[in-house]
């Protein structure tokens, strides 16, 4: 079945600066890739996704890019702010399949 | 984004009680519904998926038994931890997809379980 891994698993960036987070996937068939972010005794909250008809994705400060070829995909957060701090899961659907399988998640902290 | 909602956010409960749990669509129809358990610090870990009118789908090792999850409508899915014991104590968390989010699957708040 399909496989995610997520990295880093915590990750520090000062106010202002980018932050990247990284995940693979094993499936080939896999063609949703969706991003959540979970603050402190919430639930994810979906924050931008990709299908594997495009490479790239940008949302104003958020942006995710796709290499199907290589099976990873990425969070880009520019000119991070405070509020940003949070948890960030990357989850992948395989093709034809209902679910989606999380990556271990990755506790970002923007420093003011 | 497509609102889910869940309800109740935090309940404690006597072992050996029962207690339900509740997940609503309030702006789309989600004809499939996921529950996941959530430890602190981890991943989501998914339970089991649930259609609209037919029976859920359990992970492995998942006690269908102990977790039992009904999804009568095409916006409520419910579920119910029977029989709890403190090791049940988690985080619940609901989700739903319909063809009216455009598929995309869209998270509840959450909802803190304490056995006591």
């Known amino acids: 079945g399909e496989n995610v891994e997520q990295h880093p698993s915590t990750l520090s960036v000062q106010e202002g600066d980018s932050a990247v987070i990284k995940c693979t996937y094993s499936d080939s068939a896999s063609n949703y890739f969706p991003w959540y972010k979970q603050e402190l005794g919430k639930g994810p909250q979906l924050i931008i996704d990709?299908?594997?008809?495009?490479g790239e994705k940008k949302d104003q400060r958020i942006a995710v890019t796709l290499n199907k070829t290589a099976k990873h995909f990425s969070l880009h957060i520019t000119e991070t702010q405070p509020e940003d701090s949070a948890v960030y899961f990357c989850?992948?659907?395989?093709?034809?399949?209902?679910?989606?399988?999380f990556g271990q998640g990755t506790r970002l902290t923007i420093n003011p | 984004g497509a609102v889910v909602s869940q309800h109740p956010s935090r309940v404690i409960c006597k072992s050996g009680t029962s207690v339900k749990i509740e997940c609503r669509s309030l702006?789309?129809?989600?004809?499939?519904m996921f529950w996941y358990r959530q430890f602190p610090k981890q991943s989501l870990m998914l339970m089991a998926t649930s259609n609209e009118g037919s029976k859920a789908t359990y992970e492995q090792g998942v006690e269908k038994d102990k977790f039992l999850i009904n999804h009568a409508s095409l916006t409520l899915s419910t579920l119910t931890v029977t029989s709890a014991h403190p090791e049940d104590s988690s985080f619940y968390i609901c989700?739903?997809?319909?063809?009216?989010?455009?598929?995309?699957?869209?998270f509840g708040e959450g909802s803190w379980l304490t056995v006591v």
């Open positions: 702006d789309f129809q989600a004809t499939t």
């Open positions: 989850a992948a659907s395989p093709q034809g399949a209902q679910k989606l399988v």
């Open positions: 989700s739903a997809r319909g063809g009216d989010s455009g598929n995309t699957i869209y």
């Open positions: 990709i299908r594997s008809n495009v």
